[in-house]
């Protein structure tokens, strides 16, 4: 029998006042004017309760560039669903934060893209450090969980052991070290991203001191950078297993990414219910179960924790999403990611010269 | 890490119960527990008001027959466990 879903990821908008490199977002960014309305919105959340949702994720793009971001967080309180609100912080006030709470908001996860001002703004492509560490002494003001979340890649990782101790001083409940996941404009700027063998091993080294000193204070939570592990990762929870992503357009992904693989026909919430979608839709059924895998996949005994990694990775590594994730050890493809690996450049640039080498991601377009 | 007999165990900032949920089930960040049981009892004595010898008095009064050395034992652990895990305040 199918399962419920456990949690919405709502993208509401992908227009965001930061750029930056490592962004998952799609390459093709939804038009403000392709946006779902607040009344689709509310409608989705109320659908996503009654179908035994429980966790909403609001993010973008930006979350805050809703005007109606207030209302929705209200709507998905009295749908009793647990709210938290991935956010870059840029543009909230004391005062927005103060009525976003009073709302119902339960947790909000704000980004950091490195410890001083001008390499972080430099990631984020837009000047928002100084602002995020104002705004997390506004967070402490109030009970809601507070995560502070920080993207790691080659042009941070250096720098983890003094990143963590500038995360402390805010007083978050939990840290969150998220590896850069190679999609949408992280993959376009890998080479300038992929970590090193020598800054993984040391970030592994200083997270779990960063465990043992933190234990009941701060909660770390790490996300593995999966080109340099021995299996894949369980990717969404298994495909159409947990999660539902709902797009600014209001069509439904079982994944971030999952545009990329051809062929997939995305129902939209504006014609279908979310039931139907969770139980019916092609997209959600596609990788489904077990069906679809192929060897080694379907006879490895990792498939019921792993399911066989990330489809969409499968395809933009491989050509072909029902092939093992290329990052397993196992994988006949494994080579293309050993290859990634070894033409990856190792060295640490001057901000200066990168800029022109990577590419921002740029704001949708409004028509 | 011991729990000190003066604090009042509570459920931790973020940290809530689902309201209309038929079976308790506990929310907090990125995370669900569906809980029953002893692990109920103790959770539901996490009010901020009881301090820690008195929740473990009062669970031993609600499994009277029960060892009362093993419920010490079993709501240290599992209070250090969700300690860890940011759910509980002590």
Redesign the interface.
Known sequence: MLANPLALIAEITHRCPLHCVYCSNPLELAAASSELKTDDWRRVFAEAAQLGVLHLHLTGGEPLARADLEELIATAHSARLYTNLITSGLGLSRERLKKLVDTGLDHIQLSFQGFQSDRADWIAGTKSHAHKIELASWVLEHRIAFTANLVVHRQNLDHLDEMIAFLEKLKPNRIEIAHTQYYGWALENRAALMPTAAQLENAVRVVAEAETRLKGTIRIDSVVPDYYAQFPKACMGGWGRRLILINPAGEALPCHAAGVIPGMVFDNVREHSLKSIWQESSAFQRFRGEDWMQEPCRTCERRTEDFGGCRCQAFLLTGDAAATDPVCSLAPTRAVVVQALRQSPTDVISPSILAENWKYRPNPSRA | ?AIPESSKPAL?????W???AEEP?L????G?MKVQGTGLAILELCDGQHTFPEMVAELQRQYFGADPKRILDDATRFLEQL????IVDF
């Open positions: 890490m931790a900032v973020g940290c809530r689902k309201e209309d089930i929310l907090f960040p990125e669900a300690h860890e895990k940011r």
